[in-house]
């Protein structure tokens, strides 16, 4: 199965400026996620339609917590601790594609229990926007995926070069915000990140 990359937005980039990067790196990505915490559903409803403009297939935009605006613009949706259980969004949207942030191997079984289609996982490495946090390393990757059936994506100071280490601890895939996004040339940073997933894992 290939191996996915997930492009995480950074709630500092205008959605203009985040959806212009999105359709550089369109070939390179398999989901773009709207992580927009500050915006009101309108704007990231904008958000969406910006994001097709810029050729971005309405199956690969991911919508974070805001269910309501995943639903009016038929995308996927991403849950954290304190959106709404899994089980509820799936109780009244079947067909809506969910994933869920967690963080132990007890929170991911509970998802995948109550129908989570996938799981984010970390901070795995170091990372700027969780400074001082320690991060949970691929040990806890590794020991999160034999807890779960469901694929589980690695998140947080994800590089091209320690791509190998998160795919041998067992992840389905990498989510990737700066990365990407504060790149000099996006298109490229995406396309080392699809390669390193695609042929390491062979």
């Keep these: 199965m290939k191996k996915q990359l997930h492009v995480i937005s950074d709630g500092k980039l205008s959605l203009e400026a985040f959806a212009e990067i999105a359709g550089e790196v369109e070939p390179f990505a398999d989901r773009f996620h709207l992580r927009e915490k500050h915006r009101t559903s309108r704007e990231i409803y904008e958000g969406v339609k910006l994001l097709c403009n810029?050729?971005?297939?309405?199956h690969k935009i991911v919508i974070n917590d805001?269910?309501?605006?995943?639903?009016?613009?038929?995308t996927g949706v991403h849950l954290a601790f304190h959106s709404l259980p899994v089980r509820?969004?799936?109780t009244h949207f079947l067909d809506m594609p969910i994933g869920c942030s967690v963080h132990s191997p007890e929170e991911a079984e509970e998802a995948a229990k109550q129908?989570?289609?996938y799981i984010l996982f970390g901070h795995i490495f170091e990372t700027d926007s969780k400074k001082g946090?320690?991060?949970r390393g691929t040990g806890s990757l590794e020991a999160l995926k034999k807890a779960v059936e469901i694929p589980v994506l690695a998140i947080g100071g994800i590089k091209p070069e320690n791509v190998p280490e998160v795919l041998e601890a067992?992840?389905?895939?990498?989510?990737v915000m700066s990365g990407i996004l504060q790149a000099k040339d996006p298109a490229e940073a995406a396309?080392?990140?699809?390669?390193?997933?695609?042929?390491?894992?062979?």
């Design 191 to 202: 396309k080392l990140f699809s390669k390193k997933l695609n042929e390491e894992g062979k």
């Design 170 to 175: 067992g992840a389905d895939g990498i989510a």
């Design 133 to 135: 946090i320690p991060p």
């Design 54 to 58: 810029e050729g971005i297939p309405i």
């Design 88 to 90: 509820v969004v799936k």
């Design 115 to 117: 129908g989570a289609d």
């Design 66 to 74: 805001r269910v309501d605006v995943a639903w009016a613009c038929k």
